[in-house]
């Protein structure tokens, strides 16, 4: 079993930078492919970015590449999204997701996903 934990969503004017936390216990995440998701009103939950397991290596949606940098920290068990230049369509619930390490091919489907965090609301006004 995995808890996920997020924090630092907030109001933010469109240019403007948040940095989300993820932070895990019952399990290490170095062992799970950690993605983050997001879900407007009205919405279907999307991909926004992942990092797998092994290696580190990170997949973004096209629509917040070169924006968003997707990272982890092992020794702290924690996951971070830092989103720089952001839009009012940014805005919407970001969800934090740990993915068991077979099933890594998978990282853009939210179905895939074992556990799942809160949420953290981000709103970007214009």
């Known amino acids: 079993q995995v808890q996920l934990v997020e924090s630092g969503g907030g109001l933010v004017q469109a240019g403007g930078s948040l940095r989300l936390s993820c932070v895990a216990s019952g399990r290490t995440v170095s062992t799970y492919t950690m993605g983050w998701f997001r879900q407007a009103p009205a919405k279907e939950r999307e991909f926004v970015a992942a990092i797998i397991w092994s290696g580190g290596n990170t997949y973004y949606a096209d629509s917040v590449k070169g924006r968003f940098t997707i990272s982890r920290d092992n020794a702290k068990n924690t996951v971070y999204l830092q989103m720089n230049s952001l839009k009012p369509e940014d805005t919407a619930v970001y969800y934090c997701?740990?993915?068991?390490?077979?099933?890594?091919?998978?990282?853009?489907?939210?179905?895939?996903?074992?556990?799942w965090g809160q949420g953290t609301q981000v709103t970007v006004s214009s």
């Open positions: 997701a740990a993915l068991y390490a077979r099933d890594t091919y998978y990282y853009s489907r939210a179905q895939s996903y074992n556990y």
